[in-house]
Every structure is written in C-alpha cells, then in structure tokens.
C-alpha cells in the first residue's frame, strides 16, 4: 500500500516514515504542502497522513481542494492541533481519521489498517493465474504489475464481479460513473479496448446489441 506522508518535523517524520516501511508500507514523504499536493496529482497513493501546519498550503488547504475536485484518496490527519474546531473541521473536510500528537507509533499503524480494511485497500481477486489489486489499479500477470487508470480499475471490477453477466454501457455507466461527467458510449468501448490490451487472452465477449460479457474460461 503506498501512503504519502507530510509532516514538516525532520525527525518526527523520519521516525514514521521507517516505522511504515518496517511494517511493508511504501511511503513517499514531504514538507511541503505545495510540493505533497503537486504529488498527488501527479501519482496514485492508497492514503494520504497529512500535518495541517505545514509550509506553502495547510493539510487542510489540501484535503479541502482534494475533495472539491473528486479526490477520495482516505486521509488521515495527524497533528498537533487538539481543539474540537480543529477536529471537527478536519472531519468536515473528508478526513477518515484524526489523529492528536503525541501519538503511539502502533496507534497509527492501527488506524490505517482500520482504513484500509473499511475500504478494501489491500484487497486482490484472482482469476485465471492473475491477480487483481482494484484499489492499487494493478493486474500482476507473472509478477509483471500492470497499472492502470482507476476507471480503467473499476470497469474491470465490475466486469468480474458479476463475470459471464451480458453487460450495458448503460450499465457500467449507472455503476461505474457517480459524478456528472457521464461517459458516451464510445468511451467505455475505449476502455474495453484498453482493458483487451493489458490481456494475453480474449476476456470480453461483443455481444451485439446488448454489450459486453467478460467470460474466464
């Protein structure tokens, strides 16, 4: 699971970072907000451990346009800020979890495996000698990790899910898409043909004029 961490004391965020990686996390640290924030948009964490008085933009300047732009990324507030506003602010921006230093090292680990239980980060489906990481967008074919976009990942997983199913682009819209950017049909074939790429063998049956079925045989 790969978490990114910002936390601007040195030696604090030293002593979580290896405690993390201890415990088989990957961890990707930072300072600054700016430079956390240009992080995230540039890559996909599993979860976000976010300071609030940090250099350049607050964790909760993060969260807060995190959220706006339909980031979900679970994230986990760790700071020194003890106050009920605080709290409850930090919760009203979309954090799963706050956490009030000083804090136990075995606390924390414990809050994020409660995360990544309630949203099934870790969780892998395997099909046909192949697993499936949803959560990480990942297919490992003979330890060669694919990765894939995160719609890509979720077509995929309804796919499967309901495997020998003929399916709709109208329903892989209605289940799929959650926000107003609704998809046309002609972008979901696209993701079909990009999910067909990734596979060494035919998954996806063309059943014309109904959709799609995704068969492991």
Not at 20 to 34: C, I, P, Q, R
Not at 106 to 126: C, G, M
Not at 183 to 190: K, Q
Request: glycine share 6%; with cysteine.
């Amino acid at each position: 699971m790969k978490i990114l961490l910002l936390e601007d004391d040195v030696i604090l965020q030293e002593i979580i970072e290896e405690f993390l990686v201890e415990n088989g996390y990957d961890v990707e640290s930072f300072y600054d907000g700016e430079k956390a924030l240009d992080a995230i948009g540039e890559n996909r964490y599993d979860m976000l451990l976010l300071d609030v008085n940090v250099p350049s933009i607050d964790g909760f300047e993060i969260l807060s346009y995190l959220r706006e732009i339909g980031n979900t990324t679970p994230a986990v507030y760790i700071t020194s800020l003890s106050g009920i506003d605080d709290l409850k602010k930090g919760f009203d921006l979309g954090a799963d979890d706050y956490l009030k230093k000083p804090f136990e090292l075995e606390e924390l680990r414990a809050r994020i495996e409660h995360i990544a239980r309630l949203y099934r980060l870790q969780e892998e489906i395997e099909f046909d000698g192949m697993k499936f990481v949803p959560k990480a967008h990942q297919i490992i074919i003979d330890d060669e990790v694919i990765e894939m976009r995160q719609k890509e990942a979720q077509v995929l997983e309804y796919f499967i899910r309901n495997t020998g199913k003929i399916i709709s682009c109208d329903e892989i819209i209605e289940n799929v898409w959650s926000d107003d950017s609704i998809p046309t049909h002609a972008t979901i074939r696209t993701y079909i043909k990009n999910l067909r790429k990734m596979f060494k063998k035919e998954y996806f049956d063309n059943i014309k004029g109904e959709g799609y079925r995704f068969n492991i045989v």
